[in-house]
């Protein structure tokens, strides 16, 4: 039996290195960027973080489900 607190760190990370979940917050940020919500920098330090993000989970083994 595995502890609930477990369970949801490994939900969460799953959830963190979703690729799909990473490239609809992309398309998010560049919406907010075009719809000038954000500014430029604002734009450029969250799109850093999620494409280093994508490229993380792109180079994670998926594990078992």
């Known amino acids: 039996v595995s502890h609930p607190n477990a369970e949801r760190h490994r939900q969460a990370q799953q959830q963190y290195y979703d690729t799909n979940l990473i490239r609809q917050e992309l398309m998010r940020l560049q919406t ?15 799109e850093e973080a999620l494409l ?14």
């Open 32 to 46: 907010q960027f075009e719809m000038d919500e954000i500014s430029e920098e604002e734009y450029d330090q969250q």
């Open 52 to 65: 280093e993000r994508l490229e993380q989970a792109q180079q994670k083994p998926s594990s078992p489900g």
